[in-house]
Nanobody, 115 residues
Framework: QVLLVESGGGSVQPGGSLRLSCAAS????????MAWFRQAPGKQREWVAD???????SYINSGKGRFTISRDNAKSTVYLQMNALKPEDTAVYYC?????????WGQGTQVTVSS
């Protein structure tokens, strides 16, 4: 059984920063590609960024230059550093594996960007 627990969300003004964390239980973390997703009100969940076991990263176009995904395999944790936040980044953020395991969706962490 794998449990993914997201944290680090909050309310910030435009231009602010947040660092999200996703802690994973289980022993498969280090060999899996991990990803962040987000779901804004009334919209479908979308992929935001991912990081392979070797550290290669990919980002949604709107996040390039602002978001940085990283991982600490010793802590079974993946991070998402978000800078220069915009109101359109407001969403609930989730982590999961790639390919997605639907049974592992957690509660997510709310990010609200508003003045």
């Amino acid at each position: 059984q794998v449990l993914l627990v997201e944290s680090g969300g909050g309310s910030v003004q435009p231009g602010g920063s947040l660092r999200l964390s996703c802690a994973a239980s289980g022993s498969i973390f280090s060999i899996k590609t991990m990803a962040w997703f987000r779901q804004a009100p009334g919209k479908q969940r979308e992929w935001v960024a991912d990081i392979t076991s070797g550290g290669s990263t990919s980002y949604i176009n709107s996040g390039k230059g602002r978001f940085t995904i990283s991982r600490d395999n010793a802590k079974s944790t993946v991070y998402l550093q978000m800078n220069a936040l915009k109101p359109e980044d407001t969403a609930v953020y989730y982590c999961n594996f790639i390919p997605v395991r639907v049974q592992y969706w957690g509660q997510g962490t709310q990010v609200t960007v508003s003045s």
